[in-house]
C-alpha cells in the first residue's frame, strides 16, 4: 500500500494533475451552486473535455474534482434559496434554510463547508485503507437489504411529524410515494397513471418536483410576505463565520459519527449520498437531546452538519464499488464509469494491480480536493451568502429563472416547465395549509427503489419468505421502527412525566 | 483541397457518387449539414450514437456541419411524434433510433412505428450475451440449463430492462430455443446495468443478460465469465466467448442502432444521407470512433433495413405473444 501512496503521490503532485483538481473543483462548485444542475449534468457537461486530456489520470482527477465541487456547491443553493439541484443535498435545506432565514447565512455555509471537508476528507480515508476490503461488502447487500434500508430512509420524515403534526406528515409521505409510481418503473412493461399524456412516460423528474416544492413556493412566499420594517436584524450577521465553542462541541460528534455512516452507505451500490443524507439526519435527530430535537428543522446546526456530512463522506463511499468493482453506484457514477471506459480504463477488481497510478492519484486528489474545497470557499462565503442581500426585486427573478432553466436544461422539454408551475402553485397552497412539504419529496425520491426492491424480492422468494430468510432485512425493519417509534415514546413518557407532575400539585 | 460547393452541386456530385460507385468522390463534401434528432437526454446510448456519427461525419469532410438537439419524453415517443408532424420542415433531420422502436410500437407504447418514417440506413450494432459471475460453478450454457432444470425457481435470470424489454426477451429467445419454455423463466428487472452487475455478483441473480459490448468490458476486467454469444459466428473482440449456436441453441439477436427521417422525404435527399453514411464506414475518423465505444459495423441501408426490421418485428412479435406481453 505505502508503494501504491507514493506512485499516487507523485501522480497528484504533478503541476497539469493540481490544477485539474483546482480546475474540476472551481467548476463543479460553481455550476453547482446554480439551482437546478446537480452533478450528474454537469459532469457529464464536462466530459469532452476530460477525454481530450488523454491522460486517465488527469481526466479522472478532473472529473472528480468537479463531482465533489457539484455536492459542495449543490448545498449553497439549498441553503440560501431552499432550493436543491441534486437529491443528495435536499436534507441539507432542512435545516440550513431556516438557519439562513434567521440571518446565520455566513454560519450555515461555514458549518457546511467544515462539515463537507471533514466528511470527504475521512471518507477518504476510509477509501484509501478499507476499498479493496470494502468491495465484498457492497455485495452482501441484496435486493431484500436495499428495499429495508429504504424504509430506514424513509423514517427521516418521523423529524418533521412533531408538533401534532403527524398526520399531515404521513399524508405527505403518501402523497410523494404515489407520485413515484407515475410513468414506466423498472419493473412494469406498461406506463403506469399517466392519463395517456406522453410526457408522464418516463414519470416525474427529481429537479422538477424538487424545484415545485421548494423553490418556488419559496418565491413566491418572498414575493407575498414583505419583510417588517424592522425585519432587518439579520443584517451584519449575514457574514459572520463564526461558530461559537458550544456549537462546535454540539456538531463534532455529529460530524465524526456521520463520516463513517454515511461512507458506508455510499459503499453500497445504489444506496448514495441521499439516503446517507436522510439517514443520517434520522440517526442524529433521535440522538439528541429534547431539546436539540425541537430546534431540527427549525434551524439547528446538528440538522445542517449532518445531512453534510453524510452526503459527502458517501460521495467518496460510491468510488468503493466504482473503481474496485467496475459497478456504478449511482447516476453520477454511471457517467463516470462511462468516461473512464472511453478512455480506455476498465474500473475492477484489477485496477489497483494494472494501473495502480490511476487508483491511487484519485485517492490523493480527493484530499487535495477537499482541502482546495475549503480553502476557497470559506474566503468567499461572505460574498456568497451577500447573495440573500440583494434587494428582491432582483433576487426573486434570479431564482425563478434558475428554477425555469434547472427544470428544462436537464430534459429539454418544455412540458417540464408546466409540470413545474402547476405543481409549484400546489405546493404553494400546501404551504399555506401548514402542510410539511419535505415529506413528500423524501417519499417520491425513496418511493420507486423502494417498490422496485420489494417487487423483485417478492419475485426472489415467492412472496414475502425474504422477510425471515434473511436476518439483515429483518434487523434493518427493526431498525426503522425503532427510529420512528423511539421519539413519539420518548414524547409520550415526558407527557406522562409532566402529567404526573402536574397531578401531583 | 478546399472545393466550395454549392448545395446543387453537392447533391449533383452525391447522385453522382451513387450511381457511380467512384470511389475518388470518399473524401468529399456529400451533405451540407445534418441536424440530429435524439430522443433521450445527454449521455444515454442514443446520444453517443449520434453524436459520435455526426463527430465521424464532420471530421471526415462528408458533412459540413452537424448539430444535435436532444428531445427527450414518451421513452423516445415524443421525438417520433415530432419528427411525423413537423415532416416538410424537418428534411434536414435525421433521428437516431435502435431495437427498442420495434419493441414499443409492438407494445403500443409508442403510437407510431418504423413504418411512419423514412429508413434511413442501420448503422450499428451489439449482441446480446449471457454471462455469469467470475466465481460461480457455472461454465457453459449447458451448465445453466441443468441449475434451471435442477431449481428453476432458484435459478433467475436478471437484466437491465423492463420485463418484456430487451434483456428479458433475449434470455426468453435463449431459453426457449433450448427446449425450455420461455414463460416459465424467472426475470428479474433492475433499472440500471450497474445495480444487475452487483445482484449478479452478490448471487442474487445466477445469470445476467446484457450487451455483448458491455459483456465484454467485465470479462476483461475478470468480472464475469460469458457463456453464451447472441451472434452467427465468434466475434472478433472477445474471441473466448463461446455463440449460442455453437452450444446447440439455434438463435441470434442483434440490438441495432440506426438513422431515421421524416416521413415524405425527397429520394434526392435520402440518397444524399445514405451515401454519407455509406462512405463514412471507410474512414479511420469512424474507425476511432467506433474502436472508442466499442461498436460493431452492421450496415443496413434502405429497403435491406427494412427487410431487417420486418424481421425483427415478426420474431419480437411472436415471442411477445407467447410470453403474454401482446
Known amino acids: 500500500m505505502l508503494e501504491g501512496l507514493l506512485i499516487g503521490l507523485s501522480t497528484a503532485f504533478s503541476l497539469t494533475n493540481i490544477l485539474m483538481v483546482i480546475g474540476g473543483c472551481l467548476i463543479g462548485t460553481f455550476i453547482g451552486m446554480l439551482p437546478g444542475l446537480g452533478p450528474m449534468s454537469i459532469i457529464a457537461i464536462m466530459i469532452p473535455v476530460a477525454i ?137 412493461n406498461m406506463p403506469r ?61 455529529v460530524i465524526g459519527r456521520q463520516s463513517l455512516q454515511g461512507f458506508f452507505i455510499g459503499v453500497l451500490p445504489g444506496a448514495g449520498a441521499t439516503i446517507a443524507s436522510f439517514l443520517g439526519y434520522a440517526v442524529e435527530r433521535n440522538l439528541s437531546t429534547k431539546e436539540e430535537q425541537a430546534e431540527f428543522g427549525k434551524g439547528s446546526v446538528k440538522g445542517l452538519a449532518a ?95 434558475f428554477t425555469l432553466m434547472g427544470a428544462y436544461i436537464g430534459q429539454n422539454n418544455a412540458t417540464e416547465l408546466l409540470i413545474l408551475v402547476g405543481f409549484g402553485f400546489c405546493a404553494t397552497l400546501l404551504r399555506f395549509a401548514d402542510y410539511p412539504l419535505a415529506p413528500l419529496l423524501i417519499g417520491f425520491i425513496l418511493g420507486s427503489m423502494l417498490e422496485d426492491n420489494f417487487a423483485r424480492s417478492m419475485q426472489l422468494y415467492d412472496g414475502l419468505g425474504f422477510l425471515l430468510e434473511r436476518p439483515m432485512t429483518l434487523a434493518l425493519l427493526v431498525l426503522a421502527a425503532i427510529l420512528v417509534v423511539l421519539p413519539s415514546y420518548r414524547a409520550r413518557r415526558a407527557r406522562a412525566k409532566a402529567d404526573g407532575v402536574a397531578e401531583g400539585d | 483541397m478546399t472545393f466550395t460547393l454549392t448545395r446543387r452541386t453537392v447533391l449533383a456530385a452525391a447522385a453522382a457518387a451513387l450511381t457511380l460507385g467512384n470511389p475518388a468522390w470518399a473524401e ?167 445495480k444487475a452487475m452487483a445482484a449478479l455478483l452478490s448471487g442474487e441473480i445466477s445469470a445476467l443478460s446484457t450487451g455483448f459490448s458491455e459483456a465484454v468490458d467485465l470479462a476483461n476486467a475478470g468480472e464475469v465469465k460469458i457463456i453464451g454469444v447472441t451472434a452467427d459466428e465468434r466475434v472478433a473482440a472477445y474471441e473466448t466467448a463461446p455463440t449460442m449456436k455453437e452450444q446447440g441453441i439455434d438463435t441470434s439477436f442483434v440490438n441495432w442502432r440506426g438513422f431515421f427521417a421524416a416521413p415524405g422525404l425527397p429520394e434526392a435527399k435520402l440518397a444524399q444521407y445514405q451515401a454519407a453514411i455509406a462512405k463514412m464506414y471507410d474512414t479511420p475518423e469512424w474507425e476511432e470512433v467506433r474502436a472508442r465505444n466499442g461498436w460493431v459495423n452492421i450496415h443496413n441501408s434502405g429497403d435491406d433495413f427494412k427487410t431487417f426490421l420486418e424481421g425483427q418485428e415478426k420474431a419480437i412479435g411472436d415471442l411477445m405473444k407467447e410470453l403474454g406481453f401482446l
Request: overall charge neutral; proline content about 6%.
Open chain 2, 28 to 194: 468529399q463534401k456529400v451533405a451540407e449539414s445534418i441536424h440530429f434528432l435524439i430522443p433521450g437526454g445527454a449521455g444515454g446510448g442514443w446520444d453517443g450514437t449520434a453524436r459520435g456519427t455526426g463527430e465521424a461525419l464532420t471530421k471526415a469532410g462528408l458533412v459540413g456541419t452537424a448539430s444535435f438537439e436532444n428531445m427527450s419524453g414518451g421513452g423516445g415517443g415524443k421525438a417520433i411524434g415530432y419528427l411525423i408532424e413537423n415532416a416538410d420542415s424537418s428534411h434536414g433531420t435525421l433521428m437516431v433510433n435502435s431495437t427498442p422502436i420495434v419493441i414499443r410500437s409492438l407494445t403500443g407504447v409508442f403510437p407510431h412505428s418504423f413504418r411512419d418514417l423514412t429508413l434511413v440506413a442501420g448503422t450499428i450494432g451489439d449482441y446480446a450475451a449471457i454471462v455469469v459471475g467470475k466465481d460461480s460453478p457455472i461454465n457453459s450454457m449447458e451448465d445453466l440449463l441443468k441449475a434451471y432444470q435442477a431449481n428453476p425457481r432458484k435459478t433467475a435470470i436478471g437484466g437491465g430492462s423492463v420485463p418484456g424489454g430487451m434483456d428479458h426477451l433475449v434470455a426468453a429467445m435463449v431459453m426457449k430455443a433450448a427446449g425450455e419454455d420461455p414463460t416459465a423463466v424467472k426475470y428479474i428487472p433492475y433499472d440500471a446495468g450497474g
Open chain 1, 52 to 188: 481530450s486530456l488523454g491522460d486517465p489520470s488527469a481526466a479522472l482527477i478532473l472529473l472528480a474534482g468537479v463531482y465533489y465541487g457539484a455536492i459542495f456547491g449543490g448545498s449553497t443553493s439549498s441553503i440560501l434559496l431552499n432550493a436543491p439541484g441534486v437529491a443528495g443535498t435536499v436534507a441539507s435545506s432542512f435545516d440550513g434554510y431556516p438557519m439562513a432565514r434567521a440571518g446565520k447565512a455566513g454560519k450555515a455555509l461555514t458549518i457546511a463547508a467544515i462539515a463537507s471537508f471533514a466528511g470527504g476528507t475521512i471518507g477518504a480515508l476510509l477509501l484509501m485503507v478499507f476499498a479493496p476490503a470494502l468491495s465484498s461488502v457492497a455485495l452482501l447487500f441484496h435486493s431484500a437489504e436495499y428495499f429495508a434500508l429504504m424504509v430506514v430512509g424513509l423514517s427521516a420524515i418521523a423529524a418533521f411529524a412533531g408538533t401534532g403534526q403527524v398526520a399531515k406528515a404521513i399524508l405527505m409521505t403518501l402523497l410523494g410515494l404515489i407520485m413515484a409510481t407515475v410513468g414506466e418503473g423498472a419493473l412494469f
Open chain 1, 193 to 253: 397513471f399517466t392519463m395517456g399524456v406522453m410526457d408522464l412516460q418516463s414519470g416525474f423528474s427529481f429537479i422538477t418536483l424538487a424545484m415545485a416544492m421548494f423553490a418556488l413556493p419559496e418565491a413566491l412566499f418572498l414575493v407575498m410576505n414583505p419583510p417588517k420594517a424592522g425585519g432587518n436584524s439579520g443584517e451584519g450577521k449575514i457574514k459572520d463565520l463564526r461558530i461559537s465553542r458550544a456549537e462546535a462541541r454540539q456538531i463534532a460528534p
Open chain 1, 307 to 401: 445531512p453534510e456530512t453524510a452526503n459527502n463522506a458517501a460521495c467518496t463511499g460510491s468510488f468503493v464499488p466504482l473503481l474496485t468493482l467496475g459497478i456504478p453506484g449511482s447516476g453520477t457514477t454511471a457517467i463516470l464509469l462511462g468516461a473512464l471506459v472511453a478512455l480506455n480504463v476498465t474500473p475492477g477488481p484489477r485496477l489497483m494491480i494494472d494501473e495502480p497510478q490511476i487508483f491511487w492519484a484519485v485517492i490523493i486528489s480527493m484530499y487535495i480536493g477537499n482541502l482546495i474545497l475549503l480553502v476557497l470557499n470559506l474566503p468567499l462565503i461572505p460574498y456568497i451568502a451577500k447573495v440573500l442581500e440583494v434587494p428582491r426585486n432582483y433576487l426573486i427573478p434570479f431564482i425563478l429563472f
